[in-house]
């Protein structure tokens, strides 16, 4: 079933409004689409730097702002995400605003990593400041900074502080085969209590993840079979708002799966 921009907005789960209130955007959201434009730039030395701009009409505006270099042995790279709104008041119904006219979302992204033969290893941080939280239709897809882990996202908060730890390992000898495998901790604030700067109410958690891909060669290419285990854990303290901690955390996540490409 296709939707448009403004009814696919809310279709998975609308949270809370910062006061505290149930979100209820979902089929009340006035917009015309999104636009995206972007560009790159690259260099013989390694650079690489990408600008995207996301527009939502009558909504918000995200630009983003990414480079990455990569050199034989080092890599790394810095990312920075802008949010601003493109309403300036809210109407009677409070809880059908999408975006508030007084948030400003604030970004940023750090990578260093190195390569030891067929394995990189890479230290990332990522840090949402207090000015805003940042938010992005989940219908649209998953955000991917430096910190993203499995399973994991930021989508919805503020104030965020997160420090992942990704190694990745591509065999020589059988073609196809790739494995990875992330650690790492985030924080989120207001856990279950306050909203303004965390709109589903995410517990701050540590997780650890591992993935293994094989892409079959010559007759059957196109048919990958996947394997994903997930581990996340929350505080001790978190456990006194169960309804913030269910099938958010404190779980086992498995998951086998056959992708086929035409």
């Not at 990414?66 to 802008?82: D, E, S």
């Not at 989120?188 to 591992?210: M, T, V």
Request: aromatic letters at 16%; one cysteine or more.
């Amino acid at each position: 079933e296709w939707h448009t921009m403004a009814e696919a907005i809310g279709i998975y789960g609308n949270g809370y409004q910062p006061y505290g209130e149930r979100a209820e955007y979902r089929d009340s959201v006035q917009t015309k689409g999104l636009g995206v434009v972007g560009g790159h730039y690259t260099n013989p030395k390694g650079l690489k730097v990408d600008a995207w701009d996301y527009l939502i009409e009558n909504i918000m505006n995200t630009a983003l702002l990414q480079a990455v270099w990569k050199g034989p042995k080092w890599y790394g790279g810095v990312q920075y995400l802008r949010q601003d709104p493109l309403q300036s008041e809210v109407g009677e119904d409070s809880s059908s605003v999408y975006y508030w006219p007084n948030e400003c979302t604030n970004m940023f992204g750090v990578r260093v990593g190195r390569k030891f033969g067929p394995v990189k290893v890479d230290l990332n941080y990522g840090r949402v400041t207090k000015s805003g939280r940042f938010i992005f239709p989940r219908e649209v897809g998953r955000e991917q900074f430096f910190i993203s882990l499995s399973r994991s996202r930021i989508e919805g908060a503020g104030d965020v502080h997160a420090a992942t730890m990704r190694l990745r390992y591509e065999s020589p000898k059988i073609p196809g085969l790739k494995l990875k495998s992330g650690v790492g901790y985030f924080y989120f604030p207001g856990h279950g209590e306050e909203f303004y700067l965390n709109k589903y109410g995410e517990p701050c958690y540590a997780q650890i993840d591992f993935d293994a891909k094989y892409a079959f060669q010559k007759a059957l290419k196109g048919l990958e079979f996947e394997f994903l285990y997930v581990f996340r854990e929350s505080p001790r303290e978190f456990l006194d708002h169960p309804d913030f901690v269910f099938n958010r955390s404190n779980f086992h996540h498995l998951n086998f799966i056959t992708n086929i490409t035409f």
